[in-house]
């Protein structure tokens, strides 16, 4: 496959843009010819289609290649278009008429992680009492032994790696 450019990726996005569209123009008109077949006051869809099951046959056999066509091309598109983003190096946002397109890349921080030899080492140079509910190191029995500032500095925060990608019709 070739590389795309972001013009290439941007009129992909725009047709996938039109292709949905052109779904929700196909299931309209699927509704408005169907709409005098069922009952207007039933609740729920289902009920309805199971109610009118053959007399919306005709319009199903008609309608729902189409939609179903247009789905598959949709899917691949959306497809195509993501896995074009999650190939990208760093984050980047392609805006189109119809559509924005994001990958965001970066770390968010873990948990924080005392350094239990640190936290003995403070605590025995303190005099603190009592440290030794803290040595498996919960944070909330931490703090208040040595206080927020002096745990932070003896803490560490791993990143965790993460990739969002998406796109959006506006």
Same mark, same amino acid.
């Given at each position: 496959m070739a590389k795309l450019t972001h013009a290439d990726i941007k009129a992909k996005a725009e047709e996938y843009a039109k292709t949905i569209g052109q779904i929700g123009k196909v299931k309209?008109?699927?509704?408005?010819?169907?709409?005098?077949?069922?009952?207007?006051?039933?609740?729920?869809?289902?009920d309805l289609v199971a109610d009118h099951a053959e007399e919306l046959k005709p319009f199903e056999d008609r309608y729902q290649p189409k939609i179903d066509k247009l789905n598959e091309k949709a899917a691949g598109?959306?497809?195509?278009?993501?896995g074009w983003l999650q190939q990208q190096k760093k984050s980047i946002t392609l805006e189109t008429e119809?559509?924005?397109l994001r990958l965001l890349k970066g770390s968010? =921080?873990?948990?924080? %992680?005392? *350094?239990?030899?640190?936290?003995?080492?403070?605590?025995?140079?303190r005099g603190i009492e009592g440290f030794w509910r803290a040595v498996?190191?919960?944070?909330?029995?931490?703090? =208040?032994?040595?206080? %927020?500032? *002096?745990l932070e500095a003896i803490c560490s925060?791993?990143?965790f790696p993460f990739e969002e990608a998406s796109l959006e019709l506006k």
């Open positions: 309209k008109a699927y509704v408005k010819e169907v709409s005098g077949i069922m009952d207007q006051q039933a609740v729920d869809m289902a598109l959306y497809s195509e278009i993501l119809n559509t924005v968010r =921080p873990g948990n924080r %992680k005392v *350094d239990p030899a640190k936290f003995v080492e403070i605590c025995i140079k498996n190191v919960v944070l909330k029995d931490a703090e =208040p032994i040595l206080g %927020k500032n *002096d925060k791993p990143e």
